[in-house]
């Protein structure tokens, strides 16, 4: 939905929603970026020929994420770090370039993937080009931020691997909701508990228009554009030696994609249920309720506003005074990649957090059970 054609009053009323939920810095940014997706310059600017330069991050896909989030996020932790911007709409890149004081922007993303001053590339470009741009940076290598999904197909995840065994670089996805506040505690807590775990999650989907960009040949429609950020936090919940055999039990009606629900069921007996629904428009954006219980642990999470934690007889209540989905601590997280306090992600995550999702979408398009298995070195990638 674009806000910015929206009356006086719902853009009034949508702001000060957003001032309660996100604060006014976040809600500033958000506004900035939906008028940055149509900006037209009259006169493009004029690149810098900056060569001793200390910024060294590289954007490719300039779209509303990298602009609220990824460029938002870096310039507040690391100042001026961005050394450059790619996008195939050279408007975008070029507000990015101004508005964030870049070294220069381009719409050919080799001039970002070759450069010798970029060491680091935030990927937030469309889905099918994701893996395709992470394995160009990796041949050089350069470390990557993936935005989700990774990859949209096998083909794509075998070569990211590929690329990955080869490379000096380092890869993380953008997977943000684990690093939130919210995602750490419950971390911490189903850490100390003992035995299967049951998950529950509701998630009411933001509209997107059936013309949208996401639900194009080849970008993998909304199980990968947004399913996949509930599967990945759900595979994450479940101790390694406990995942596997992993069964996936769809359940859907007219669509593969909307209006669904997935039930996984672990190798120790755990079962995680996502129930994604996608009708009509979310005014506060994405909406998520997870219940959890595990040992004698009962967890109720709302929005990442609100979480209760009962433990026998203790009850805790955590409340953000903002909403906290982890996307600051995400962008930083991969931000680290190039120093040494982050060695990025490991290929069997990428491998099995990725199989999850594809094999998700396999199971609700054919309306058939699936069974995966964990990656071993020895298999085919
Ligand atoms: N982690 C999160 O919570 C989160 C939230 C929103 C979006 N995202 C992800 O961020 C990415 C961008 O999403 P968005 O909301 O900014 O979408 P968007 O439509 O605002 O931006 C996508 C941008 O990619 C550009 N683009 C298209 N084809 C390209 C190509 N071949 N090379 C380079 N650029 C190209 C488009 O011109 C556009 O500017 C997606 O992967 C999306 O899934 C993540």
Redesign the pocket.
Known sequence: MDYTRENFSFKFKKTLRYLKLYGPNRTFVKIKGQYH?NKSFDKLPQNKTNKNTKKHVGI????????S?ISHYLKKNYGKTIRGA????IN?SASIFKDFNLDYYTAN?NEIIEDPQIDLIYI????Y??AE?AIDALNNDKSVHI???HVVNESQLERLIHAMKKSKGKVRV???RPASRFGKLIENYLRKEDGSTMINWFVAGHEINPDH?YFHDKEGGRIL?NLC?WTDFCYRMISEENRYPLRIIPSRSEKADCDISITYVFGDGSIATITFSAKGHTFEGVREKLNLHKGNTLISMDDYETMRVDVVDKKKVYKNIFRD?G?EL?IKESYELVSKNNEGESIKYIYETADLFLKTKDALETQKEITIKPYEESQLY
């Open positions: 997706m490719l896909g300039c779209g509303n994420y990298s602009y989030v790619m996008d195939i709409e975008r993303s937030a470009s469309n889905h080009t994701h741009y935005e989700k999904p953008g997977f943000n960009w554009g950020h989905h996307h995400s």
